[in-house]
């Protein structure tokens, strides 16, 4: 099990974006603060992530890389094992 905790801005973040990409697509259905994610599940959210750097583009579009957003996400990624 998985556990991505996130804000009332962090969702707001991920509304904005919306389904213009797969990593906040992926993330829609979360809710304010601790979300408890299946293993499966997990591999499903960073397939949506993989999606978006295909082609050698950045992770996470539209996220500025220096908000917490950002590094709660690329943790989460880097944690899935």
């Given at each position: 099990?998985?556990?991505?905790?996130?804000?009332?801005?962090?969702?707001?973040?991920?509304?904005?974006?919306?389904?213009?990409?797969?990593?906040?697509?992926?993330?829609?259905?979360m809710?304010?603060?601790?979300?408890?994610?299946?293993?499966?599940?997990a591999?499903?959210?960073?397939?949506?992530?993989?999606?978006?750097?295909?082609?050698?583009?950045?992770?996470?579009?539209?996220?500025?890389?220096?908000?917490?957003?950002?590094?709660?996400?690329?943790?989460?990624?880097?944690?899935?094992?």
């Open positions: 099990m998985y556990t991505l905790t996130l804000t009332p801005d962090d969702l707001d973040t991920i509304a904005f974006v919306g389904h213009r990409y797969a990593w906040s697509d992926a993330l829609a259905q809710t304010e603060g601790a979300n408890e994610i299946r293993e499966g599940d591999w499903t959210i960073t397939q949506g992530f993989d999606a978006d750097t295909e082609g050698g583009h950045s992770p996470f579009p539209m996220l500025d890389p220096a908000s917490d957003l950002y590094d709660k996400l690329a943790a989460f990624w880097k944690g899935i094992v």
